[in-house]
């Protein structure tokens, strides 16, 4: 029998109550994940001719019909939208954390904790949403460039390991997915936060153009813009422009924010290259030892517990970054029994998340005759301006940049007002004060210590290890938060704000106050680098040791900055999907 066959049979003899389906045709590729990651793989791979399968462990997505509470009202919703019944509680023990992200509006979005378990070492809230198009439903679309400072900065400091490309091998790329995405925004001509191809952007209103005057006067390295994101202002390839109806986390119907279900899914089926296939857990890599490649996906269907095999000439993880870590760490052979591609010991280490949760908030007066109209999808940015120059240098390396608004309270502050009957209605028909708020998102450095592993002992429904998650802050995350905090109130009293405070919601030792995975941007566990010794991937998003693996979502990054990092991950898959089918037609991935 063949070492292959041999494999092949061990893992099935772990399910032999269950029926083993067929093996399938072969595939050009196998994309693995539907989200932002996983979408534009499928639209490069199909629109380069490839035959590709996408696996998404979640249900199939209808855009537009699939989004069911996007235009109720408050009123027709439990709770007025709000926090959810104790039961979806009990169930989503995880996702309850955050009542901002997870609520009457969103929950369907989100998976049922009970179903999913994982195991928090330490306090670690994971973000998961399973279902076609993935995070891309829910995200929030802040979508910034990486500067060429972000790229030097581990070797500049000392810290992790060197990137092995540089902002110029991907501002091509950034180029090239701004224009198809759609990205908002404001040119700045700042070094930190490079500018793209973008929209026009949203506009200001009048209390942040009055900040953003203020702050620049006061603090000349610091900008206020518009937040650059991926929603669009001028029709794009069919799509319509953001009419501001919001809130765009329960999903768009006109196309006008960008995410997999609306952009680049529909994109790569119209090649007539794609099937996607829902409800498709993937257990884990077959690895063939004597042409060192990936031979094969197995999958566990979600809802018949079928055991099938998928093969490809190459295979693109984007399953998140954790879940991508998770099928490797699980894809074991006799040439790696620690997980596939990891001779350097390096999978699963360095988990990197953005801390925030900190920043300040204020009341300013002056403005009571002015308001704004419909919602719009966006608030004000502040760039990084810390560690940049000599002048703005501290004690900590890296620094961070804010995401905020300014807005009118509206009548829910009579929660917090005295008075009754017809005098409190009164009062409450006319817009309340002006305030506003900015929180700071910190970049992380990468530490080994922070990591994931398998559970040998405990697995879930479908029989796969559970994930054991170990991360936390480190002394220069809380030494720059003291800045996040304060830079933030000095900010708004230059701006002429009243009653500021500070807020920082880190609890130690709890859940729900700012614990690494909150920010929603976990990254690292199979970074890129230039040694196989010490890093999984290569400057193509390619396993060092096995060549047709690629991985091109979060896990891949190297460090994290302090921007979003979303429209990292559409660059470094378009770049790495050419790449790839240039070396197929080279013969150099079979």
């Not at 891309?136 to 679309?141: D, E």
Request: proline share 4%; charged share 25%; with cysteine.
């Amino acid at each position: 029998m063949s070492k292959k066959r041999e494999t092949r049979n061990r893992f099935y003899m772990k399910y032999k109550n269950v029926n083993i389906a067929q093996e399938m045709e072969e595939y050009d590729a196998i994309v693995v994940g539907s989200g932002i990651s996983g979408g534009w793989a499928a639209k490069e791979l199909s629109e380069k001719g490839m035959k590709t399968l996408v696996l998404e462990r979640g249900r199939s997505v209808t855009h537009s019909t699939d989004y069911i509470t996007e235009h109720k009202r408050p009123w027709e919703l439990a709770n007025r939208g709000g926090e959810v019944d104790n039961a979806t509680k009990e169930e989503s023990y995880v996702h309850s954390r955050d009542r901002g992200v997870f609520n009457e509006g969103t929950k369907h979005w989100f998976l049922n904790d009970k179903d999913h378990p994982y195991i928090e070492e330490k306090p670690f809230t994971w973000v998961r949403g399973y279902h076609e198009g993935g995070r891309s439903i829910m995200w929030g679309r802040h979508s910034y460039r990486w500067s060429p400072m972000d790229f030097e900065a581990n070797a500049r400091d000392g810290v992790g390991v060197d990137w092995p490309i540089r902002y110029e091998d991907l501002a091509p790329w950034y180029d090239y997915v701004e224009s198809y995405a759609g990205i908002s925004g404001e040119l700045l001509g700042l070094s930190q936060l490079p500018d793209g191809k973008f929209q026009k952007g949203m506009e200001l209103n009048v209390v942040e153009k009055h900040m953003r005057n203020q702050i620049n006067g006061a603090f000349p390295e610091r900008m206020l813009t518009i937040g650059r994101v991926a929603i669009l202002t001028e029709a794009l390839n069919g799509r319509a422009a953001c009419h501001y109806c919001g809130p765009c986390s329960r999903g768009c119907s006109t196309s006008s924010y960008f995410s997999s279900v609306s952009t680049t899914l529909p994109a790569a089926r119209a090649t007539g290259n794609m099937t996607l296939r829902p409800h498709s857990i993937v257990h884990s890599l077959e690895f063939d030892e004597e042409k060192g490649r990936v031979s094969a996906v197995r999958v566990i269907d979600a809802e018949t517990m079928e055991q099938l095999e998928f093969r490809a000439k190459v295979v693109f993880l984007c399953a998140s970054a954790l879940g991508s870590t998770q099928i490797m760490l699980n894809s074991t052979s006799n040439r790696f029994p620690n997980g596939i591609a990891n001779s350097s010991g390096s999978l699963g280490h360095y988990l990197m998340d953005h801390h925030f949760r900190i920043g300040a908030g204020g009341t300013i007066d002056g403005f009571d005759d002015r308001y704004y109209y419909g919602n719009r999808p966006t608030g004000f940015y502040i760039p990084r301006f810390r560690n940049i120059s000599e002048s703005t240098r501290r004690d900590y390396v890296r620094g961070f940049g804010y995401q905020g608004r300014a807005s009118r309270q509206g009548w829910g502050r009579g929660t917090g007002l005295r008075g009754f009957g017809a005098d409190l209605k009164n009062t409450l028909r006319d817009a309340g004060p002006w305030r506003a708020s900015m929180t700071a998102f910190g970049e992380t450095l990468p530490r080994y210590e922070n990591h994931v592993r398998l559970d040998s002992d405990q697995k879930d429904k479908w029989g796969i290890p559970l994930l054991r998650i170990n991360c936390e802050w480190g002394e220069n995350e809380f030494a720059m938060r003291e800045d996040m905090g304060n830079d933030a109130a000095e900010m708004l009293e230059a701006a002429g704000f009243k009653n500021v405070s500070v807020y920082n919601r880190f609890q130690e030792g709890g859940v729900g106050g700012a614990e690494p995975g909150l920010g929603i941007h976990e990254m690292g566990t199979a970074r890129m680098g230039r040694d196989p010794g010490t890093s999984i991937l290569n400057e193509n998003n390619q396993a060092h040791e096995v060549p047709n693996l690629f991985v091109t979502d979060g896990a891949c990054m190297t460090s994290s900055a302090c921007q979003n990092p979303s429209l990292t991950y559409m660059a470094l898959t378009a770049r790495a999907a050419n790449f790839a089918v240039e070396e197929m037609k080279k013969g150099n991935l079979m």
